[in-house]
């Protein structure tokens, strides 16, 4: 390709236009003289989209990358670009580029959260110096950031790292999001030191308050199963109207702040109609025209709910379990499904 038609492609993608030629093949071979302004306002558009931007623009010319720099973007990538490159001499600038970028690739991995592969990847981050103090750094300036970088510092451990973490570590018992729990995976990576012992420990005990104060304890006694602390259950199920299926999904959770939420969506449809959801925190959505109800009378709104959509009974019964997940066993169990009149 020659400059024009790579310049010419970059300003489509900044318009938001289709590209004529893949847009990976115009960012890896930039000519040095590309027009700065175009290629980054370009690459600009990238700047949250960390896997591609790790992949796809490790080749840049320096004054792209220190065009890149100068933009005023409110991304924490971009934060954390600018932290991990900040040097001025040409070569040692790409240097650090492509090593921001491959921070961002290990970050940004497909790899299971508690792998060994993921683990071994928040411990290099967390001890090569530069990227450290970049992340470090990052977090210190950003109100919200992503959970692996936290990982990170979690995983270092050191009075800088802790320093950065303190302000996203409020322990709310009360906030509808899950802080929490998404906290408590941050144990994963965390180095054993006196502050994040005392920590977890704190998270632990705000958890427990919170499931053996939650209004999911009451369904213990609906079910027939007394009050077990916690009790915790997901119900898939789904109903027949000829061809045509619903499928429902029930969760109950003594652990969570949004502890009840009932989903219900005709099948292969991604149209707003067809779909009614609701919870304990009180997010409702209601295309289907059903309403919504207390967890004590979610049998009987179940059986309104067939009846409105005129669902085929199997067996005497209207809808049909398709998965249970819980952590009671055997009897206790089986009254979840008994309790909702699913047929197994």
């Known amino acids: 390709m020659s400059k024009r038609e790579i310049e010419e492609d970059l300003q489509r993608f900044a318009r938001g236009e289709r590209v004529l ?42 004054a792209v990358i220190r065009g890149v720099l100068a933009r005023n973007h409110p991304s924490t990538t971009h934060i954390f670009l600018k932290l991990a490159v900040d040097e001025e001499d040409d070569r040692e600038l790409v240097t650090r580029w492509q090593r921001a970028l491959a921070a961002l690739r290990d970050l940004d991995t497909t790899y299971a959260w508690g792998s060994k592969q993921y683990r ?14 970049a992340i470090q750094g990052t977090v210190a300036n950003s109100s919200r ?21 303190i302000p996203h570590l409020d322990v709310d018992t009360t906030s509808v999001a899950p802080r929490l729990e998404i906290l408590t995976k941050l144990r994963t990576h965390a180095a054993r030191t006196p502050f994040l012992d005392a920590l977890f420990c704190e998270i632990d005990s705000a958890l427990a308050n919170r499931s053996a104060t939650s209004p999911a304890l009451a369904v213990g006694p609906l079910l027939g ?9 997901t119900v898939s199920f ?23 939420s009932v989903a219900l969506i005709g099948d292969s449809s991604t149209t707003a109609r067809n779909y009614t959801a609701f919870n304990s925190s009180g997010e409702v959505t209601d295309s289907l025209g059903l309403g919504t109800c207390e967890i004590a009378e979610l049998p009987a709104w179940l059986e309104r709910s067939a009846i409105k959509l005129k669902l085929v009974a199997r067996r005497g019964r209207l809808w049909r379990v398709g998965r249970v997940r819980t952590h009671l066993r055997g009897a206790h169990r089986d009254r979840i499904t008994a309790w909702l009149a699913l047929d197994a």
Request: charged share 20%; proline share 6%; net charge negative.
């Open 21 to 62: 030629v893949d847009l990976q093949e115009s960012l890896r071979a930039l000519p040095a003289d590309i027009d700065v302004e175009i290629a980054v306002n370009a690459i600009t558009k990238l700047i949250d989209n960390t896997l591609y931007l790790g992949r796809h623009c490790t080749q840049l010319p320096p």
């Open 145 to 165: 950031v992503e959970l692996h970088m936290l990982a990170v510092l979690a995983a270092d451990g050191s009075e800088a790292s802790v320093d950065a973490l």
């Open 225 to 233: 199963i007394g009050a077990p602390d916690p009790l915790w259950f």
């Open 238 to 260: 789904i109903g027949k109207q000829g061809d045509y299926a619903f499928n429902g999904n029930l969760t109950v959770d003594s652990r969570k702040v949004c502890w009840y």
């Open 120 to 133: 071994a990847k928040i411990r290099g981050l967390a001890t090569d110096p530069h990227v450290l103090a």
